[in-house]
Antibody
Framework: QVQLVQSGAEVKKPGASVKVSCEAS????????IHWVRQAPGQGLEWMGW????????NYEQKFQGRLTLTRDTSTSTAYMDLSSLRSDDTAVYYC????????WGQGTLVTVSS | QSALTQPASVSGSPGQSITISCTGTSSDVGRYNLVSWYQQYPGKAPKIIIY???NRPSGVSNRFSGSKSGITASLTISGLQGEDEADYYC???????????FGGGTKLTVL
């Protein structure tokens, strides 16, 4: 069965970077885009960007340009989300999701940014 | 890209039907049949319940149905049950911009 398993919770200081992983299984990793979505406490879903695991091409939501880097390792079927220059308002649960319709989701990774 | 517009909350009694709207523009909802709907319980990841405007993934109850008219997509839940109480989000993928846009979410309360 399709599964996306994310890395564990992180606590970071303002200005630091965080890297969250998303390991895919149960399907061909290179055949489906991986999207990243975040959800601040008590707020709605916010799309961040996608990566095409087949060729590494990416597209980012404009507000994250310059701070967000999406990568992948096809040898381990793992996608990565790297967010830099963290601020307190980056505190959120970060999700990876498969395909443009987000048909499968990871369990979420809580990133807390606090001094 | 602006967020899609959903009502903040809807409510209904068990057995009733409710509809949640999702309004976009002629450049997103109105242009593509790529609207999806998600159900999210507190502290849990979203779960897809409708994709491609009207399609239900395997295992999703047929009490959930989707439709679209112009720039507004809709999710209808018939025969409301207590377990339907959750947050619901719509989204669409715009191939022209290659971006995803989400609605602000709707909290469904089963009275």
């Amino acid at each position: 069965q399709v599964q996306l398993v994310q890395s564990g919770a992180e606590v970071k200081k303002p200005g630091a970077s965080v890297k969250v992983s998303c390991e895919a299984s149960g399907y061909s990793f290179t055949n489906n885009y991986i999207h990243w979505v975040r959800q601040a406490p008590g707020q709605g879903l916010e799309w961040m960007g996608w990566i095409n695991p087949n060729n590494g091409f990416t597209n980012y939501e404009q507000k994250f340009q310059g701070r967000l880097t999406l990568t992948r390792d096809t040898s381990t079927s793992t996608a990565y989300m790297d967010l830099s220059s963290l601020r307190s308002d980056d505190t959120a649960v970060y999700y990876c999701a498969r395909s443009h319709s987000a048909d499968y989701w990871g369990q979420g990774t809580l990133v807390t940014v606090s001094s | 890209q602006s967020a899609l517009t959903q009502p903040a909350s809807v409510s209904g009694s068990p057995g009733q039907s409710i509809t949640i709207s999702c309004t976009g523009t002629s450049s997103d909802v109105g242009r593509y049949n790529l609207v999806s709907w998600y159900q999210q319980y507190p502290g849990k990841a979203p779960k897809i319940i409708i994709y491609g405007v009207t399609n239900r993934p395997s295992g999703v109850s047929n009490r959930f149905s989707g439709s679209k008219s112009g720039i507004t997509a809709s999710l209808t839940i018939s025969g409301l049950q207590g377990e339907d109480e959750a947050d619901y989000y719509c989204s669409t993928y715009t191939t022209s911009m290659s971006v995803v846009v989400f609605g602000g979410g709707t909290k469904l309360t089963v009275l």
